[in-house]
Structures are given as structure tokens and as C-alpha cells.
T-cell receptor
């Protein structure tokens, strides 16, 4: 079974600084997708970024980028120029490329942004 | 507006009183799923459905039932709720894309308390 591990239960960053959230996963599959979701205090789950395992290029969405190391099974999220609105719980998630679209989540990292 | 809706958003009930949490999506998505979120555990999948009349168990299906009679609706049924089912519940839907799983859209969540 696939597992997703987020080793940092909590992180903090100063406004305008850069922070990196860690995520590792375990799988024997070659076809899969990785995601970072943001959950602000409103509890809404918001997709931040998506990475296809077959793509070597790291995904980027504005201030958010990933460092995808397939051999190491690592998928970290970098937030540049952190803003107060980035404060949230961040979840790393894995989904198989097979017929079962099950999302397996890590336990989350709570990010605090200090003004 | 493309969205996933859940009702009710908040519910307090007593042990053993049957309840249903509704979920509806307006994006014509094939795939729908239910997750529960508990502190320190992240999100765990309860049940999922790949299409109408096709459902299967996720990681924590005990005590829950689902049905998929229509493409847009995927209700979660608790026949005899117990206090350990007190949780935050999310419904999600996704389409199948040529390149793999599409983005999973999440509902706003249902906060359930079982006394």
C-alpha cells in the first residue's frame, strides 16, 4: 500500500521569506500523481500544485513550486515570498495512475506566517 | 459555478440515530469519494465510486454505507452512528483525463458530532 509521510507537523516562516515543506512517499508503482493541498482555517481543501510522475520537470504555480525527486520518492513544496494568506495546513497527497483514483494523504504540516 | 455541495454543514446527533450526509456535484464527474479528517491523522478515504452503480471501500469503511444511483449524487449513510464517527467529512469529485486523474474538487465539509 502507498504511504505518504510529512515529517514536519508544524513550520513557521517570516512574511516575504521562503519556506520548504517536506513530503516523502512509498510506492512500487511507476504511474502516479502527486499533489499539494492547502487547507486554510475555513477548512476548504484547495489544490495548490499537481505533479505527474512521468514528467521530469518540476511543477510551478506562481509562488509555489515543487522539488520532485522520483528516485528518492521525495516531493517538497517551496513557497516563495510568503504571504499572511499562505498560513494554513498543507497536505501532500498521492494518487495512483491506475483505475482506482484513491488519494492517499499525509498527516499535514501546519504553516504559520509571521508578520 | 462548478462546485461540490454537501448538506448539512454541521450536525449534532445521538448514538444510533440513522443519518445521511448528501453530496452533489455539477461537473459531470465520474469519480466521487468520501473522506474523513481527524486531528493528527490527515484525511482518510471511506468509500469511493468510479461511476454510477460502482462503489468500493476505502481505508476506513466500517460503519458507513454509500450509494451511487445518479452520476451527480453520492450520499454517505451512517446507519447507527457512534461517538468514534465524530469527525469532519469531505466529499470530492474528479474527472478522468487522457493524461490521468484530474483535479479532485472538494466539498466544503460536514462537521459531525455524535453524542
Amino acid at each position: 500500500a502507498q504511504t505518504v509521510t510529512q515529517s514536519q507537523p508544524e513550520m513557521s516562516v517570516q512574511e516575504a521569506e521562503t519556506v520548504t515543506l517536506s513530503c516523502t512517499y512509498d510506492t512500487s508503482e511507476s504511474d502516479y500523481y502527486l499533489f499539494w493541498y492547502k487547507q486554510p482555517p475555513s477548512r476548504q481543501m484547495i489544490l495548490v500544485i499537481r505533479q505527474e510522475a512521468y514528467k521530469q520537470q518540476n511543477a510551478t504555480e506562481n509562488r509555489f513550486s515543487v522539488n520532485f525527486q522520483k528516485a528518492a520518492k521525495s516531493f517538497s513544496l517551496k513557497i516563495s515570498d510568503s504571504q499572511l494568506g499562505d498560513a494554513a495546513m498543507y497536505f501532500c497527497a498521492y494518487i495512483s495512475g491506475g483505475s482506482n483514483y484513491k488519494l492517499t494523504f499525509g498527516k499535514g504540516t501546519l504553516l504559520t506566517v509571521n508578520p | 459555478e462548478a462546485q461540490v455541495t454537501q448538506n448539512p454543514r454541521y450536525l449534532i446527533t445521538v448514538t444510533g440515530k440513522k443519518l445521511t450526509v448528501t453530496c452533489s456535484q455539477n461537473m459531470n464527474h465520474e469519480y466521487m469519494s468520501w473522506y474523513r479528517q481527524d486531528p493528527g491523522l490527515g484525511l482518510r478515504q471511506i468509500y469511493y465510486s468510479m461511476n454510477v452503480e460502482v462503489t468500493d471501500k476505502g481505508d476506513v469503511p466500517e460503519g458507513y454505507k454509500v450509494s451511487r444511483k445518479e452520476k451527480r449524487n453520492f450520499p454517505l449513510i451512517l446507519e447507527s452512528p457512534s461517538p468514534n464517527q465524530t469527525s469532519l467529512y469531505f466529499c470530492a469529485s474528479s474527472s478522468h483525463l487522457a493524461g490521468g486523474p484530474g483535479e479532485q474538487f472538494f466539498g466544503p465539509g460536514t462537521r459531525l458530532t455524535v453524542l
